[in-house]
């Protein structure tokens, strides 16, 4: 558990030490406030960009340039059989600030499956990124959205859902995409992409271009629970994390 509290505190220094640096757009105001006295977390608004269900060599590689131009971080639900030959990906995120989590070895309905079969899907994943990434506390976004409450006693981890979903996966249409995230995205939303399709890599893009002009800060899902000071539960359920009323 102190692996995990760590790397959420951590989270919350790399932000204020971002803020203060002037790494992250913010508005005049808040820069004088910050001027005047110590570091803060800025006020948002926040939002998490997620990707499913790769890595993909092509795709991924081309996202992976896309938002380090853009100094942008992002999540990475990845399936297992997806990493083998593409380790050296999931290393390059981990180490350009993206968050990776567990979406299951074979991309199966968690809901689904019995104890064995669970764990099976889960822990072989997440000893695949430990063995490569060097942690052992990952997310986890069940496939299709499927669970139950055995998923949620059995996770070991948060699960983390999503509140904004343009359905890439049913075309490859990049316009209806951004048009459906531009409409529809708040603060605090986590949007659901899949890595896996050139078309969403465009819509991604587009989507990090329109939202920095509205004055967006793009986070991790670690990095939103922490500007929004919470604390991730394992076997808890999230969609989104928006402002404290
Ligand atoms: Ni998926």
């Known amino acids: 558990m102190a692996g ?12 204020a030490v971002l803020a203060a640096g002037s790494l992250l757009p913010r508005p005049g105001r808040e820069r004088e406030a910050e001027a005047a006295g110590p570091a803060k977390i800025p006020a948002g608004p926040y939002v998490a960009l997620t990707f499913d269900d790769g890595p993909k060599a092509s795709t991924t590689a081309a ?3 896309g938002l380090s131009q853009r100094g942008v971080h992002a999540t990475f639900f990845v399936v297992g059989e997806n990493v ?16 990776v989590g567990l979406h299951t070895y074979h991309h199966k309905s968690l809901a689904a499956l019995n104890a064995s079969d669970f764990y099976a899907e889960v822990d072989s994943l997440r000893a695949t ?20 409450e055995a998923t949620q006693a059995r996770a070991a981890s948060p699960l983390i859902l999503w509140s904004v979903d343009p359905e890439d996966w049913s075309d490859r249409d990049t316009k209806r995409q951004v048009s459906v995230i531009l409409d529809n995205v708040k603060d605090g939303d986590i949007i659901l992409l899949h890595d896996i399709y050139p078309a969403s890599v465009d819509t991604a893009l587009q989507v990090v271009d329109a939202l920095l002009a509205r004055g967006y800060r793009f986070v991790t899902v670690e990095e939103l629970f922490a500007v929004r000071g919470r604390t991730a539960e394992n076997g808890k359920v999230y969609r989104n994390l928006p402002p404290q009323e």
């Open 84 to 99: 083998e030959g593409n380790e050296l990906l999931l290393q390059r995120m981990e180490g350009e600030g993206h968050q």
């Open 4 to 15: 995990w509290k760590k790397r959420v505190i951590a989270g919350a220094l790399a932000l």
């Open 63 to 65: 996202l992976l340039d």
């Open 129 to 148: 990124l430990t063995a490569l990434l060097g942690r052992e506390r990952f997310m986890l976004r069940p496939p299709y959205g499927m669970m139950n």
